[in-house]
């Protein structure tokens, strides 16, 4: 299996701030189409994860352009500038290009 | 608007069978993958299988000899099975949606309790 490894595993950010996110895959995640399946999701509290950013880079519908991914190969990242009240919660790298699909152990981003 | 929702019980009991159902709208189920994915409290994320748009089914070999994915397109529902549950089973179960795990459920919280 495909083990992510997303550090840190908490945050604590001012609003305004910037941060970033690692994910570290022990496999290159470039699938037979050339096409790279990280995604990185939102999970807030009580909620159900929601997709932020699909291979590596791409924003998803009705996300803000705080958001960004960059990366290739085995080694991404995410990047949040800005942040805002309402981006706490728990944020998952996802592979999705090797069987079984697996993800990140989380970063919890709490507010100061 | 694509939707997905899954329902089922909120209570197991030690070593049956649990049966959730994910509907679907907005998109056809012989268009896209569906993919079970569940999450225990307080942890991460666990890929359980995936319907694929063609009907095949792809398993996570840990699951593999407990677990059973079916579809009705007629009913543009999608179906999990998993037998001789354990109270490690607990958690929230989502369906989502494709290669690119862009929508989710609201997810179904089960509990595995006598």
């Known amino acids: 299996d495909v083990v992510m490894t997303q550090t840190p595993p908490s945050l604590s950010v001012a609003i305004g701030q910037s941060v970033s996110i690692s994910c570290k895959s022990s496999?290159?995640?470039?699938?037979?189409?050339?096409?790279?399946?990280l995604h990185w999701l939102l999970q807030s509290p009580g909620r159900s994860p929601k997709r932020l950013i699909y291979?590596?880079?791409n924003l998803g519908s009705g996300v803000p352009d705080r958001f960004s991914g960059t990366g290739s190969q085995k080694d991404f990242t995410l990047k949040i500038s800005r942040v805002e009240a309402e981006d706490l919660g728990v944020y998952y790298c996802?592979?999705?290009?090797?069987?079984?699909?697996?993800f990140g152990s989380g970063t919890k981003l709490e507010i100061k | 608007q694509v939707q997905l929702k899954e329902s089922g019980p909120g209570l197991v009991q030690p070593s049956q069978t649990l049966s959730l159902t994910c509907t679907v709208s907005?998109?056809?189920?012989?268009?896209?993958?569906v993919h079970w994915v569940r999450q225990p409290p307080g942890k991460g994320l666990e890929w359980m299988g995936r319907?694929?748009?063609?009907?095949?089914?792809s398993y996570n070999s840990a699951l593999k000899s407990r677990l059973s994915i079916s579809r009705d397109t007629s009913k543009n529902q999608v179906f999990l099975k998993m037998n001789s549950l354990q109270t490690d089973d607990t958690g929230t179960y989502y369906c989502t949606r494709s290669m690119s795990v862009d929508y989710w459920g609201q997810g179904v919280m089960v509990t595995v309790s006598s």
């Open positions: 319907m694929r748009y063609n009907g095949d089914t």
């Open positions: 907005g998109f056809s189920l012989t268009s896209y993958n």
């Open positions: 996802a592979q999705t290009t090797h069987f079984p699909l697996t």
């Open positions: 496999q290159s995640l470039v699938y037979s189409d050339g096409k790279t399946y």
């Open positions: 291979q590596v880079s």
